[in-house]
């Protein structure tokens, strides 16, 4: 399975794009990327996932590049409420171990 | 739909206990996961089934053992607890583990063993 690396920590400010990294350097070609959210604790929550094309949905838009080797998570107007522990996560296509990293820690300040 | 269900929500135990953890999805999926959480880590896959009658390790298996009851049910059994083994664990379920779908967790359940 391919690891991914997240920075640590990422501040926003209330109503701005955040906008949050991810590089999985060994993804496979069949291997899809995931992003799902932490808030306090409780169980983590899906956000988006992708393959090889950008995709939006009504929380957030996932860019990845062309080689795949890294993507993007976009929040386009983030809140108080966004502030959590996103987790970027690749998985087999046909598997299904799906191993978290630490993730990134967003503080969205007003 | 309640989604996936976890009991119970707190556990205390004694170093040796044993005890199960209860997990139930009412969406039809077809695999389900049991995760553990340390402080400040991300989650940590300890077992999970593919398909009713399945199991296979995850990455932290020692310790742990798993039963699919049926589609809907995958519990987690605790032989002899241990203080390493005090963490929030979470069941989560996936309609068809191909890979493009995605999970449904539950609320957790936090045990402290001592």
């Known amino acids: 399975d391919a690891k991914t690396t997240q920075p640590t920590s990422m501040d926003c400010a209330e109503g701005r794009a955040a906008n949050l990294p991810c590089n999985h350097s060994?993804?496979?070609?069949?291997?899809?990327v995931y992003w799902y959210r932490q808030i306090h604790s409780q169980g983590p929550q899906y956000i988006i996932h992708g393959l090889k094309n950008n995709e939006t949905n009504e929380m957030a838009s996932l860019i990845i590049t062309e080689d795949r080797k890294s993507s993007t998570l976009i929040l386009p107007h983030a809140t108080l409420r966004d502030t959590a522990v996103y987790y970027c996560?690749?998985?087999?296509?046909?598997?299904?171990?799906?191993?978290f990293g630490a993730g990134t820690i967003l503080r969205v300040k007003s | 739909n309640a989604g996936v269900t976890q009991t119970p929500k707190f556990q205390v135990l004694k170093t040796g206990q044993s005890m199960t953890l209860q997990c139930a999805q009412d969406m039809n999926h077809n695999s389900m996961y049991w995760y553990r959480q340390d402080p400040g880590m991300g989650l940590r896959l300890i077992y999970y089934s593919a398909s009713e009658g399945t199991t296979d390790k995850g990455e932290v298996p020692n310790g742990y053992n798993v039963s699919r009851l049926n589609k809907r049910e995958f519990s987690l059994r605790l032989e002899s607890a241990a203080p390493s083994q005090t963490s929030v664990y979470f069941c989560?379920?996936?309609?068809?583990?191909?890979?493009?779908?995605?999970?449904?967790f539950g609320s957790g359940t936090q045990l402290s063993v001592l």
């Open positions: 989560a379920s996936s309609s068809t583990g191909t890979g493009n779908e995605k999970l449904f």
């Open positions: 996560i690749v998985r087999v296509g046909y598997g299904n171990k799906l191993v």
């Open positions: 060994t993804i496979s070609g069949n291997e899809y």
